[in-house]
């Protein structure tokens, strides 16, 4: 089946440490987004790349990293300098442009104690 | 800049009932406007979506939205709700590669 996969669904983390989150797609998608989602917010886009070896910062970037070595993988890294990194994290892909359905993960809840 | 505008926080209806969540977008020109639903702890899944032609548009588990230009709206319906409808509902725009997403309506459903 194609489809979005994120791992782990729950991660647990001291604060002051980096924690990568993983996304992985088979879906042949070159477009890769991460969001971030609290309660009452909706979701906020952290980052989003349309090719391999490029990717723009979103709305609420600092304190977050992401690289896209490969079409289908689309890591996000929470660093220390991200002051509450506490949240439920979604990764999506989609064809690319602005009227393509985007396509979403389980998620991932990150708690930092 | 592109916005959305979910006016409602959370709705409850009883089951069986009609439903209707309320959407208003601010956007330039045409916009690509979407609702998404997610359940409790999962992803976001489409449930239907409008960038041209008819503005009403026909969607998954018997939902339908209507786009309305001179109101700025995107409202979603469903004529008679089931107790599996209890979830999360957001709308969003596409602008630029990315998508805009409303804070979101949350849906109980009472017996």
């Known amino acids: 089946d194609g489809g979005i996969t994120q791992s782990p669904k729950y991660l647990f983390r001291k604060e002051g440490q980096n924690v990568t989150l993983s996304c992985e797609q088979n879906?042949?998608?070159?477009?890769m987004y991460w969001y971030r989602q609290d309660p009452g917010q909706g979701l906020r886009l952290i980052y989003y790349s349309q090719i391999v070896n490029d990717f723009q910062k979103g709305d609420i970037a600092e304190g977050y990293s992401v690289s896209r070595e490969k079409k289908e993988s689309f890591p996000l890294t929470v660093t220390s300098a991200q002051k509450n990194p506490t949240a439920f994290y979604l990764c999506?892909?989609?064809?690319?442009?602005?009227?393509?359905?985007?396509?979403f993960g389980p998620g991932t809840r990150l708690t930092v104690l | 800049a592109q916005s959305v505008t979910q006016p409602d926080i959370h709705i409850t209806v009883s089951e069986g009932a009609s439903l209707e969540l309320r959407c208003n977008y601010s956007y330039g020109a045409t916009p690509y406007l979407f609702w998404y639903v997610q359940s409790p702890g999962q992803g976001l899944q489409l449930l239907l979506k409008y960038f041209s032609g008819d503005t009403l548009v026909q969607g998954i588990k018997g939902f339908e939205a209507e786009f309305k230009r001179s109101q700025s709206s995107f409202n979603l319906r469903k004529p008679s709700v089931h107790w599996s409808d209890a979830a999360e509902y957001f709308c969003?725009?596409?602008?630029?590669?990315?998508?805009?997403f409303g804070a979101g309506t949350t849906v109980t459903v009472r017996a």
């Open positions: 969003a725009v596409g602008n630029d590669y990315k998508l805009s």
């Open positions: 879906l042949n998608h070159d477009a």
């Open positions: 999506a892909s989609s064809l690319g442009s602005s009227a393509d359905t985007q396509y």
